[in-house]
C-alpha cells in the first residue's frame, strides 16, 4: 500500500443492516448465510485496502473457528465481532463503536 491510499472500513453481514453502515461511511459486503461470510472475509483479508472488517456475530456459528484462525494470522485488516439484528438486543452500540474507533460518539 502506498503512503497516499487509505485504509477503508468494510461490514460484512445481514442485508437489513447494510443501510446502516453505508450512512456511516463504512463499505459494505451483504451476506445471507456463514459460508457466504467466511468467503467475503477471506476475500478482505487479502484486500490491501482493507483497514477494519466488522464482521456480523449472527452469521459465524459455524465458522467461528476459521474466523478466529483468520484473526490470528492477520495484522491487517483487523477482524471485529459486532452485534447483528439477532445478537444485538441489549447492546451498548454506541459504546462498542466508541471503543473500536477510540472516538467518543
Do not use: C, H, W
Request: no cysteine; net charge neutral; proline share 4%.
Amino acid at each position: 500500500m502506498t503512503s497516499d491510499q487509505s485504509m477503508k472500513i468494510f461490514f460484512v453481514g445481514n442485508p437489513q443492516l447494510v443501510d446502516g453502515y453505508k450512512f456511516a461511511g463504512v463499505d459494505v459486503v451483504p451476506v445471507a448465510s456463514d459460508d457466504e461470510l467466511l468467503k467475503a472475509v477471506q476475500s478482505l483479508v487479502s484486500r490491501e485496502d482493507a483497514g477494519i472488517v466488522l464482521i456480523d456475530s449472527d452469521y459465524t456459528s459455524t465458522v467461528r473457528d476459521k474466523i478466529e484462525r483468520l484473526k490470528i494470522r492477520s495484522k491487517l485488516p483487523v477482524l471485529i465481532d459486532v452485534p447483528g439484528r439477532k445478537s444485538g438486543a441489549g447492546v451498548d452500540l454506541k459504546g462498542m463503536i466508541s471503543r473500536i474507533m477510540g472516538v467518543k460518539v
